[in-house]
């Protein structure tokens, strides 16, 4: 597979460490709040990435955190701690605020398909393996302690900005968005390994270390948690774009100084879904969730369509109008799945593999998941039969997990109740009868759709007044004459 590798700057054969066996790591959500689409816009690409890394054969140990300390409201140690201004806008405890965000978090990745890491592990749970790697930059002097904390040393390095061919914008987030110069820092891009004199008379959370009674800095979570499960050899990291810098930066600068060697040798990064206002962020306080999606009437996995459509490395604009879009085709494809008769022939194996073989090469390009949704038309169009059809887009499904053959299952499945309901009561179907009356049945579904029942009644009875009886089914509705 080729991937694009931000360290390097350039697409690459993707490699690992262990032959056949991927480590993987996702930073995971700071869990003060809702994730929002634009951050599950990035774990629907990581999640297309493991899937295909293991459709293509690999075997993947995927390891994800949760930020439930340390993650302060700039990337780059000043602000208010995140956690914390959750727990105070909620009247709740940090833990309270953590359990609470982290189970939202996982109803979503449910909703969207998304698969749950194989390790997923809350940062507070792993202090004392931060406590030895801080332990170990010091004895190294890579880290110093200055006004009761502790700073990793950036001028010891011989490579910082490892990740520097990124847009400014993308660079400055964690500068920008910074309120206060901290003068116990030697070198500008110095950072906090560990906490002790806080700026937070009231953080909750804190434990005893070889400094004092403090708690760790944001970057020093991912490296410990990383080095624990995944081991000292990390073959793909995964982050939105923002993470690039200033927190993957710092993870390598700590990780392989700590271990002496190189520590991660492919880094992924998923570009922003903005709004015409600009990126989606947490913080701006207005966002959009998968829930509020649902309430819309909207279909999760359309989004997850939506985003498939668009490469990884493109920032993404979310509207109303490209959500819609996305919806109408997603319908439609589930549609022209629903058509194929899975009892149409045999599976042919070898246009299978044809198929297949395909897929691997084009989504193998840098995880081209737009080629990936083409393949899916490809195959409708296939010279084959339904049954070899289908075990094409069950296959390709394996990676893009738009429940593609349940939901085309559903359909014809509601289909049928239908027509059996029809043969029942001798019953017409909309469209197959009189074009005047499926038109005004039509009209009566959606204006009921649109829930303007008065319309709708209006229709009934005028159907009625010429003698015509309409019944809901699911699906839509039926009709015969009196
Ligand atoms: P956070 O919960 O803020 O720690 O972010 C969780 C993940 O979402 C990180 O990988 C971020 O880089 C990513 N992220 C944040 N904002 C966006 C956005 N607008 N679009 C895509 N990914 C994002
Ligand atoms: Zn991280």
Redesign the pocket.
């Known amino acids: 597979m080729l991937l694009y590798n931000s360290a390097t700057h350039k697409k690459e054969e993707f490699q690992t460490h262990t032959p056949g066996k991927v480590e993987m790591y996702?930073?995971?959500?700071?869990?003060y709040h809702f994730?929002?689409i634009?951050?599950l816009?990035?774990?629907i690409m990581e999640d297309v990435l493991e899937k295909f890394l293991r459709w293509s054969g690999y075997e993947v140990n995927r390891v994800m955190n949760i930020?439930d300390v340390g993650?302060l409201s700039s990337d780059a140690d000043t602000g208010e701690d995140k956690m914390l201004k959750g727990a105070k806008r909620e009247h709740k405890t940090v833990m309270e605020i953590a359990q609470y965000y982290t189970d939202a978090f996982f109803d979503d990745c449910r909703k969207l398909n998304i698969k749950r890491p194989d390790v997923v592990e809350p940062a507070t749970h792993r202090i004392d393996d931060y406590i030895r790697i801080i332990s170990g930059l010091l004895d190294k002097g890579y880290a110093y302690q200055a006004g009761g904390n502790v700073y990793f040393d950036t001028s010891k390095l011989e490579r910082y900005y490892v990740f520097n061919d990124h847009n400014e914008e993308d660079l400055a987030v964690g500068v920008r968005e910074g309120v206060e110069e901290d003068a116990n820092k030697r070198n500008k891009n110095d950072f906090v390994l560990w906490f002790t004199k806080s700026k937070f008379e009231d953080q909750a959370l804190k434990w005893d270390s070889p400094w004092g009674v403090g708690y760790p800095g944001w970057h020093i979570e991912c490296s410990g948690i990383s080095m624990k499960y995944n081991g000292e050899y990390l073959d793909l990291h995964?982050?939105?774009?923002?993470?690039a810098f200033p927190h993957h930066t710092n993870e390598i600068a700590q990780s392989e100084s700590f271990l002496g060697h190189p520590w991660c040798k492919q880094w992924f990064h998923?570009?922003?879904?903005?709004t015409n206002t600009g990126?989606?962020?947490?913080s701006k306080g207005e966002f959009l969730t998968v829930s509020l999606l649902e309430e819309k009437g909207y279909d999760p996995l359309a989004y997850r369509f939506f985003c498939l459509q668009s490469h990884y490395r493109k920032g993404l604009v979310f509207s109303w109008e490209n959500l819609d879009n996305a919806q109408g085709a997603y319908n439609k494809l589930i549609a022209k799945i629903a058509a194929l008769d899975p009892k149409d022939g045999e599976v042919d194996e070898a246009v299978l593999a044809q198929y297949k073989e395909k897929f691997a090469q084009q989504v193998g390009n840098d995880l081209n998941t737009s080629m990936a949704v083409t393949a899916l038309y490809d195959a409708l169009k296939a010279k084959t039969n339904g049954a070899t059809k289908l075990a094409i887009l069950d296959s390709f499904d394996q990676v893009l997990s738009l429940s593609l053959l349940d939901k085309a299952a559903a359909v014809r499945e509601e289909q049928a109740k239908v027509k059996a309901t029809q043969a029942q009561a001798g019953y017409t179907v909309t469209g197959e009868g009189d074009p005047e009356i499926d038109a005004l049945v039509k009209a009566r579904g959606e204006a009921k759709k649109a829930k303007n029942f008065a319309e709708a009644d209006r229709i009934r009875d005028e159907l009625k007044a010429r003698g015509i009886e309409i019944t809901d089914v699911p699906g839509g509705a039926v009709w015969k004459r009196d």
């Open positions: 996702t930073c995971g959500p700071t869990v994730a929002h634009g951050n816009r990035s774990y930020t993650h995964c982050g939105g774009i923002d993470n998923v570009h922003h879904l903005n990126k989606m962020s947490k």
